[in-house]
């Protein structure tokens, strides 16, 4: 019998550490800076933008390399698509991310 309850007490201790381990990859991921970046061209403005989430509206169009790893990259990529270099504005913004 005793034996019944420290496997039983065991179990729960393994519970609460496993939920205790999801929890704390849970805030670590969300504080992560993004490890993707894309350059999007806001077709009804003409503006060419950087964001770190994958345009979702219709109106924003993936320009340049499908993604890039670094806001770095992406900016260096900004200065070469053709789009963005010839008469389009360019700036980096969280406004179109989502």
Partial sequence: M???KAEE????????SYVAVLAMTAASAATRPPTEYFIVLDTKT????????????????????PTYRTQAEAENGMKIVKV???????AYSDRFAG
């Fill in 2 to 4: 005793i034996g019944d």
């Fill in 9 to 16: 007490n065991m179990k729960k201790i393994f519970i609460a």
């Fill in 46 to 65: 003409k503006t060419c933008t950087i964001v770190h989430k994958k345009p979702k509206s219709k109106a924003l169009k993936i320009v340049g390399d």
């Fill in 84 to 90: 963005c270099v010839t008469h389009y504005s360019c």
